[in-house]
């Protein structure tokens, strides 16, 4: 997986990624914020170190510090064009993160084994071919301590006809939202396509087969709303 395949949204800056997501995905501060409590629940008061895969905006990152007080991130994302964005909207907790720039599957791939406590990410694993993704979840497999935890708030597609509707729910959305930005609404709508493609559909029975295939313990979905679930697995 090269730097130039990612087929991210860059139509749009960090804050108004922000504010559109807010408008066409309203829950999805919900996964964000739970995710983090999961990871809580997990480890308790212990202090971790978690690798967080794709930060963009912080959103996530943010979630996550503010429910584990002890907590350090290293963020990684192959794009620090929204680092700026995700320092402001962390404020002092940006003191507990370290920002790189790099690709998942290099950084993760340069990790040694067993030397995080958990890997954690949000709507950038669905982005990966599915043979890419299961060479990463390896990856993060390997590099997670015994004890660890995997948790992932994505866009995990059900059976049909439930991965359609959630689908054409979500179109509706951005075309309800996003009326006054055709330019958006095409490239966002365009990545929606891209995402259903055969080869890179996150179908949420593959997902959990491949994890289990990379070792993990119990994956399971915690939560789910439409087209997203929040995934949790556990390294034994
Ligand atoms: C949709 S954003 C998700 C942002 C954030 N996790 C959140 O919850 O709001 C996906 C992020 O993944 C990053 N990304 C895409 N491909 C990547 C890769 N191969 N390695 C690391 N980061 C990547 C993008 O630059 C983008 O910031």
């Known amino acids: ?3 130039g395949e990612y087929k991210g949204r860059s139509s749009v800056d960090g804050w108004e990624y922000d504010a559109i997501m ?3 995905s309203p829950y999805m501060a919900d996964f964000q914020d739970l995710l983090g409590t999961v990871i809580k629940e997990h480890f308790g008061e212990r202090k971790i ?3 967080e895969i794709g930060f963009g905006t912080g959103s996530t990152t943010k979630a996550i510090l503010d429910n584990n007080p002890q907590a350090y991130i290293r963020a990684i994302d192959i794009d620090l064009g ?7 909207k962390l404020g002092n907790l940006a003191n507990r993160v370290v920002f790189t720039e790099s690709d998942a599957c290099k950084y993760l791939g340069y990790l040694p084994d067993s030397s995080c406590d958990a890997v954690a990410t949000a709507l950038f694993l669905h982005n990966l071919n599915n043979f890419d993704r299961l060479l990463l979840i390896k990856e993060i497999y390997r590099a997670i301590k015994p ?3 995997f948790v992932n708030a994505d866009k995990y597609a059900l059976p049909d006809p ?3 509707k959630a689908q054409a729910w979500l179109m509706d959305s951005y075309k309800k939202h996003l009326s006054d930005r055709p330019d958006v609404l095409e490239s966002w709508i365009k990545h ?3 995402d259903a493609m055969p080869d890179v559909l996150m179908r949420a029975s593959d997902a959990l087969r491949q994890m289990k295939m990379a070792g993990f313990y119990n994956p399971r979905f915690v ?5 997203v679930g929040l995934l949790v697995a556990e390294k034994q």
């Open 82 to 88: 929204n680092r700026e964005v995700a320092e402001e």
């Open 162 to 164: 439930g991965f359609r």
């Open 223 to 227: 939560y789910r709303n439409g087209i």
């Open 147 to 149: 004890g660890g935890l």
């Open 49 to 51: 170190d978690i690798v």
């Open 1 to 3: 997986m090269g730097k």
């Open 22 to 24: 807010q408008k066409v």
């Open 192 to 194: 929606e396509l891209e």
